[in-house]
């Protein structure tokens, strides 16, 4: 009998030399499209060779097509956004960040055109252009989308490999002395004086001051009740929600020498229905961070304190200010409306008892240090 002859192994896809005197590769892939190599070869076992890696590819199931990331990077991160269910805020952000750090260079290419190379020579140029804090959180943008397209099986693997890029190194924020604090409310008038003061001695974020009422006060225990905030989005529209955390819901506190200042605020300027804004402006407008802004740049020169003071560093002042009485951790971060995963395993809660003493200590460090400065203002909270 016989003996069989082997069978030859069928080959895979097909070489064929142009005209040009190069060999081109193609094959039938899974999906049951021809699809060509990206380049030509030199000599035909070349061409073979890459074919092989193919096939190779298909056995394991590591073969991806690929024309999947032939699709329009900006197209594809707008989608990305739609996708997300992103608060107002978010998308403002993400929108900015987009526009005018990542769409400038990526827009107009496709997601398989995005490469390691191209990325570090962005980031580069962005570091160059704008500041690291800013460059981080483009990055980590866009590294959240382009891993999302790996998700979609429309990349291999994420070209944003750069270790450390999306990670923000926090400049150390200015703060006010307590009595630069008060000269920056008598400097921007009687009608926002509360909010300078709230915003130091309250710990409160803007968003948060924009979306107090006057049923948000309770005079008698000299407190505030947060329960919502309105960030401002680029386009001036306020968007009413939810404070910033979990932890932003919450009683505040105030120091005794604040009761006067709430009375002759909700006297003399807020809106007066029971759910009135705490805050508008001189026509009855809401506030407005633009107008505000004016209005806080002239008190900061006249006051003298620093040019990158912002209106939210009065919010640093305050929790540092508070941390200075000794009070505990759990008892600062619920005051100011912080909270992570982790620390809520950690600090639980902090009562009420708790809040109103670090108010009461935050009342004495207030004079204590108006003593030390003159005397005079110290004199005019205890009239």
């Known amino acids: 009998m016989a003996a069989r002859k082997p069978q030859r192994r069928r080959e895979f896809g097909t070489v064929r030399k142009l005209a040009s005197g190069r060999w081109q590769a193609r094959y039938l892939g899974p999906d049951g499209q021809r699809h060509k190599a990206p380049e030509t070869f030199e000599t035909r076992s070349d061409a073979q060779d890459w074919l092989n890696l193919v096939r190779a590819d298909i056995e394991r199931?590591?073969?991806s097509d690929p024309d999947a990331g032939a699709v329009n990077f900006e197209k594809y991160a707008l989608r990305w956004m739609e996708e997300r269910g992103l608060a107002p805020t978010t998308v403002d952000r993400y929108n900015a960040l987009l526009s005018l750090h990542i769409l400038p260079t990526f827009g107009g290419k496709d997601l398989d055109e995005i490469a390691p190379p191209s990325i570090r020579t962005w980031r580069a140029e962005r570091l160059n252009a704008t500041g690291a804090t800013t460059v981080a959180k483009s990055y980590r943008l866009l590294k959240a989308i382009l891993q999302t397209a790996v998700d979609d099986d429309l990349l291999r693997s994420n070209p944003c490999r750069i270790k450390g890029a999306g990670k923000e190194e926090a400049d150390e924020r200015p703060t006010a002395t307590v009595d630069q604090v008060f000269d920056l409310a008598d400097a921007m008038g009687p009608r926002w004086r509360l909010m300078v003061l709230l915003g130091?001695?309250?710990?409160?974020?803007?968003?948060?001051?924009?979306?107090?009422?006057?049923?948000?006060?309770?005079?008698?225990?000299?407190?505030?009740?947060?329960?919502?905030?309105?960030?401002?989005?680029?386009?001036g529209r306020r968007v009413t929600g939810d404070p910033k955390s979990r932890a932003g819901k919450r009683t505040v506190y105030l120091p005794d020498f604040m009761q006067p200042e709430l009375r002759r605020h909700l006297r003399w300027f807020a809106e007066k229905e029971p759910d009135g804004l705490l805050f508008v402006g001189e026509k009855g407008a809401p506030f407005r961070r633009s107008t505000f802004g004016r209005k806080w740049r002239r008190a900061r020169t006249k006051v003298g304190v620093p040019e990158n003071f912002r209106f939210y560093d009065l919010r640093h002042t305050g929790n540092n200010l508070a941390a200075d009485t000794g009070a505990k951790m759990k008892d600062l971060m619920v005051r100011a409306?912080?909270?992570?995963?982790?620390?809520?395993?950690?600090?639980?809660?902090?009562?009420?008892?708790?809040?109103?003493?670090?108010?009461?200590?935050?009342?004495?460090?207030?004079?204590?240090?108006?003593?030390e400065a003159d005397g005079g203002r110290q004199q005019a909270l205890e009239a």
Do not use: M
């Not at 309250?202 to 919502?228: K, M, N, Q, W, Y």
């Not at 905030?229 to 680029?234: G, H, M, N, Q, R």
């Open 61 to 63: 199931s590591a073969w």
């Open 200 to 235: 130091a001695f309250a710990s409160l974020r803007p968003e948060e001051l924009a979306e107090l009422r006057r049923h948000s006060v309770d005079i008698d225990e000299c407190s505030l009740r947060v329960t919502h905030a309105s960030p401002e989005l680029t386009n």
């Open 337 to 371: 409306g912080q909270s992570s995963e982790r620390a809520q395993l950690i600090y639980q809660h902090s009562t009420a008892k708790h809040q109103r003493k670090l108010a009461q200590d935050i009342d004495a460090e207030v004079r204590q240090q108006l003593k």
